[in-house]
């Protein structure tokens, strides 16, 4: 049941009452020379039912916004515990879907959205959090290969991308998630995969997410080598302005960590 279907309820109640109270109001005045006290009495009546209605829809709405809360807030737990599950695979990243979630969180909270702020935010999060969940259909020799890997190895390791999106695209009201997690690997120039998209042609969402990840996996101890320092990984984003990345996110993405740093 949307939050939708309790204002129309609410609306509905509270419509029903007025009309009940306009029309026998109406009735009631031909009493009223009758009997002075009965119309008092009746139309008292009705005022305290619209006043009751309104108190049990304010209460009725309330009480969906706990339950939709309390529901999101265990969705997100358990999310959270898979993409534990996602980071144990692959030792050597460790936190990442923790870190790269913080990271579009920080880009998140300096966009432009308008109205839809919160809903963009909560999507991309998620998708953060399991951008990388296809990895799990990666074998560990190629995912842990602190070498070169070979084309076809490459291949299977450049399908997780895929494999996420479809495992996500199976949970009712996903569909936009498992698109964003589709695209995370895509680049603004095109050179990017599975489906070599350009420029805004990437849902914004995958577009955060893509320097997000970049970003944490340049600062992060890898199986092929140590984590370089945030000064670097800020310069290696900067350069990359215009080819791999969306060149205002990454302006907003150095002011997010700036902002955090004060
Ligand atoms: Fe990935």
Redesign the pocket.
Known sequence: MSNKFFKICGIFIISVNIIIFLVLSYYLLYIWKINMLLPSLVQIFFILNIFFSIIVYSKMNKAYHTIETTLENAYLSGFEAMAALVDAKDFYTGEHSKNVSKYVSMICNNLNCGKNKKDIKNKVRIAATF??L??IGVPDIILKNPGKLSDSEYAIMKS??VI?ANVIAKIDGFTEISTIIRH??ERWDGNGYPDGLKGNEIPFGSQIISIA?TFDAITSDRVYRKGLNKTIALKILIEEKGKQFNPELVDIFIKSINITKD
Do not use: A, E, L, S
């Open positions: 951008h990388d296809g990895k997780h991308p996420g995370h690997h990840d």
